[in-house]
């Protein structure tokens, strides 16, 4: 069982940044990969990136490619997003997730974080 937390959402104008924290709890943090989505006012929730176990691979939508970056910490058991140069239309709730492994398919994901509210203002 993990439980995940995630933080760092907010208001910020276009052209701007935000870093998503998302906390885990439990000691098998190290045995999920651990992946990003994203939901906006009426639409489905979409992958918008993810990391292997290790750390060593990542996958990311193709229209967050060269902003986002995610990342993440074994020790403080703790996921990262770093989202630059943000537009309008990254707003969303962002919600992170654990995987058995890295995959940009939700359905894949066994644990979901409550999301955190992300608004890009033009």
């Known amino acids: 069982q993990v439980q995940l937390v995630e933080s760092g959402g907010g208001l910020v104008q276009a052209g701007g940044s935000l870093r998503l924290s998302c906390a885990a709890s439990?000691?098998?943090?190290?045995?999920?990969?651990m992946g990003w989505f994203r939901q906006a006012p009426g639409k489905e929730r979409e992958f918008v990136a993810a990391?292997?176990?290790?750390?060593?691979?990542?996958v990311y939508q193709d229209s967050v490619k060269g902003r986002f970056a995610i990342s993440r910490d074994s020790a403080k058991n703790t996921v990262y997003l770093q989202m630059n140069s943000l537009k309008p239309e990254d707003t969303a709730i962002y919600y992170c997730a654990a995987a058995a492994l890295l995959s940009m398919a939700a359905r894949t994901y066994s644990y979901w974080g409550q999301g955190t509210q992300v608004t890009v203002s033009s």
């Open positions: 439990g000691r098998t943090f190290s045995t999920y990969a």
């Open positions: 990391i292997s176990r290790n750390g060593d691979n990542t």
